[in-house]
């Protein structure tokens, strides 16, 4: 009864497939919510789409569970630098000052998660009945694009070359000179990826680079900063999904949160790679603007 049951909300393949696109689309700019909304339409996965829409269905704490997987994919990614970030939290608060660049950073993240909790906790249901539709998710992966290409030529201003200046590289800021209005800025930049469609760690990168910081330390704020909220929400919803809610979708849930870690490690390691060696977010906004318009006119 529960395979059965498992089978008509997803099957074992379709856990798989979302699992690794989550894992590599949450981590890539390019808005891993916007394309769980619009490829079970494109594929003809008319289970996944009625499950989608079914009201107290488990689809949102599955959601969740796949973010859960990729926050997981991250935190073996970065666990020595986590470990170091813990240790300088706890340093910051025994002595009651913060002195090394690992405790400001804590903190900068803290400051940073302070509004996406909020905003996430107020409008993250108002954001998924209105906008969680192939039609909107399609229209703001477009926009998303859009913001990946302003966020690059708006780091080629005099201005933000300035603020790069200040932190004593040519190339960027350090992580450790914003303050925390500035990470809480770059914060309330994350919170828009509540929208289906737009980026979390697109946005974070755009604030970090509207505030002077190189691709490949935006990146790594972003991919920092994406790991609490996360799990945050997971502990919020994955109750429901290990509880009675979710019975009959366990296994596939357990193997999609398993493939979304696997792939979220690998898009990591690929992704510091390639903007530690000068690589900019065009092909990404790129490629939103061109699958997002396509897309469009697919759903309209």
């Known amino acids: ?19 690794l696109l989550q894992g590599v689309t949450e981590l890539f700019p390019i808005s891993s919510l916007g394309h769980t909304v619009i490829l079970p339409h494109l594929f003809g996965w008319n289970n996944i789409v009625a499950w989608q829409h079914e009201g107290n269905s488990p689809w949102v704490p599955f959601l969740v569970s796949l973010h859960v997987g990729s926050a997981i994919g991250l935190l073996i990614y970065f666990w020595r630098t986590w470990l ?7 340093s910051s608060i025994s002595n009651r000052r913060i002195e090394t660049a690992n405790e400001r950073l804590v903190w900068l993240i803290i400051a940073a998660t302070i509004p996406v909790g909020i905003l996430g906790l107020a409008l993250q249901k108002v954001l998924e009945d209105a906008v969680a539709k192939p039609i909107y998710a399609s229209i703001f992966l477009v926009i998303n694009g859009v913001i990946l290409f302003a966020a690059e030529s708006f780091r080629q201003r005099g201005s933000v070359r300035r603020l790069a200046a200040q932190g004593g590289r040519r ?5 450790d000179t914003l303050d925390y209005k500035e990470a809480a800025i770059i914060g309330l930049f994350e919170s828009t990826a509540l929208i289906a469609g737009i980026s979390r760690d697109g946005v974070a990168m755009t604030g970090g680079l509207v505030r002077g910081l190189s691709n490949a330390d935006a990146a790594r704020f972003a991919f920092l900063l994406a790991m609490p909220p996360i799990l945050l929400a997971g502990l919020v919803k994955m109750p429901q999904l290990v509880g009675h809610q ?10 999609a949160i398993i493939f979304a870690a696997l792939a979220a ?3 990591t390691h690929f992704l510091t790679k390639f903007f530690s060696k000068r690589g900019n977010l065009r092909p990404f906004g790129l490629y939103c603007v061109v699958f997002g318009l396509a897309m469009v006119i697919y759903n309209a």
């Not at 009864?1 to 699992?19: E, K, N, P, Y």
């Open 1 to 19: 009864m529960l395979l059965t049951a498992s089978v008509h909300l997803i099957s074992w393949f379709q856990a798989i497939v979302l699992g």
């Open 246 to 255: 979710g019975n009959g979708i366990h296994g596939p849930a357990l193997v």
């Open 171 to 175: 190339s960027g800021r350090r992580l």
């Open 265 to 267: 490690v690998g898009a």
């Open 84 to 90: 170091e970030l813990l240790g300088a939290l706890w």
